[in-house]
């Protein structure tokens, strides 16, 4: 089955720096590959996501970029703000995994992301 | 308000007991899941339902048993609970079952198992 792994697990920076987080996947059938935010105490909520056919997104002061070969794909935040405090996850999924054609998510360990005023 | 929505949010039970979580979604949905998140914010996927049909089981104890008496509801009920059951649970749904679709997480369960 898939495998995603998350780096860093911590991340401090100053406001209005920014702020990378990446992550790796194991199984080249991933093809969509979304970023969660999860504020202190809250539920997670959807901030981007990508397919396996584009290289880059943006929106906004958040971008993602994946890199099919080498199978890793990262979240950017630039001018980054005290309210981005929080967990992100990224994850992977397959619409084909497990046979079912509905597909499923796999998480990555998730990263705190604290932004310093 | 259209959102997920879970039943109940605080759970403290001892050891053995049997407790159940509900699990609603208004948004028209016709998939459901049940996450488990680790006190190291781990989030781990559990079930998945679409249109009241199981599609994914993941490798979880079968003391966890999930219940969709209908595509808008996806409850989960836990027998003989354990210290490890400890965890935020969170029920999610999605507008269809492919992973491509953005899914809704409820405002999650936190139980604690004493």
């Given at each position: 089955g898939?495998?995603?792994?998350?780096?860093?697990?911590?991340?401090?920076v100053q406001e209005g720096?920014?702020?990378?987080?990446?992550?790796?996947?194991?199984?080249?059938?991933?093809?969509?590959f979304p970023w969660y935010k999860?504020?202190?105490?809250?539920?997670?909520?959807?901030?981007?996501?990508?397919?396996?056919?584009?290289?880059?997104?943006?929106?906004?002061?958040?971008?993602?970029?994946?890199?099919?070969?080498?199978?890793?794909?990262?979240?950017?935040?630039?001018?980054?703000?005290p309210e981005d405090s929080a967990v992100y996850f990224c994850a992977g999924g397959d619409t084909n995994a497990g046979g079912t054609s509905y597909g499923k998510l796999t998480f990555g360990q998730g990263t705190i992301l604290t932004v310093h005023p | 308000d259209t959102a997920v929505s879970q039943t109940p949010k605080y759970l403290v039970t001892q050891m053995g007991n049997d407790k159940s979580i509900k699990c609603e979604q208004n948004l028209g949905?016709?998939?459901?899941?049940?996450?488990?998140?680790d006190s190291k914010k781990f989030l781990k996927i559990m079930f998945s339902y679409n249109n009241k049909e199981l599609i994914i089981n993941e490798t979880v104890p079968n003391r966890f048993s999930p219940k969709s008496p209908d595509k808008a509801h996806l409850n989960l009920h836990i027998n003989s609970l354990e210290l490890?059951?400890?965890?935020?649970?969170?029920?999610?749904?999605?507008?269809r079952?492919?992973?491509?679709?953005e899914q809704f997480f409820g405002p999650g369960t936190r139980l604690t198992v004493l």
């Open positions: 898939e495998n995603v792994e998350q780096h860093p697990s911590t991340l401090s720096d920014s702020a990378v987080i990446k992550c790796t996947y194991s199984d080249s059938a991933s093809n969509y999860q504020e202190l105490g809250k539920r997670p909520q959807l901030i981007i996501d990508i397919r396996s056919n584009v290289g880059e997104k943006k929106d906004q002061r958040i971008a993602v970029t994946l890199n099919k070969t080498a199978k890793h794909f990262s979240l950017h935040i630039t001018e980054t703000q | 949905h016709d998939t459901m899941y049940w996450y488990k998140q490890g059951d400890s965890a935020v649970y969170f029920c999610a749904s999605s507008p079952g492919t992973v491509y679709n």
